[in-house]
């Protein structure tokens, strides 16, 4: 599976951002999901989504303003980001995984080269 990430960028704080992720190759895997890391801090799950079902799954630092989605004939993953806020700010990256822990870092195998977000405060 190869994961290409895009749609990062600087925004206000209040704003709005939406990265995708598209997916080419063996594109079997049971979740893909949206992870983030800050300067300094691990790399944390933000959002995942079944590739089946379209059932979805959020951080609490995130719930309410980010909405995650997919397309599955694009085979491409959205991450919708509103109210953005400053402490927001980090790589995006996504992920896939066959695995059914979907919030868990290690589980994931395939990665995108991540997309920076930056909001200004």
């Known amino acids: 599976v190869q994961l290409q990430a895009s749609g990062g960028g600087l925004v206000q704080a209040g704003g709005s951002l939406r990265l995708s992720c598209a997916a080419s190759?063996?594109?079997?895997?049971?979740?893909l999901g949206w992870f983030r890391q800050a300067p300094g801090k691990e790399r944390e799950f933000v959002a995942a989504i079944s590739w089946s079902g379209g059932s979805t799954y959020y951080a609490d630092s995130v719930k309410g303003r980010f909405t995650i989605s997919r397309d599955n004939a694009k085979n491409t993953v959205y991450l919708q980001m509103n109210s953005l806020k400053p402490e927001d700010t980090a790589v995006y990256y996504c992920a896939a995984t066959g695995s059914s822990w979907y919030s868990e870092i290690h589980e994931y195998d395939y990665w995108g080269q991540g997309t920076q977000v930056t909001v200004s405060s």
């Open positions: 190759g063996r594109t079997f895997s049971s979740y």
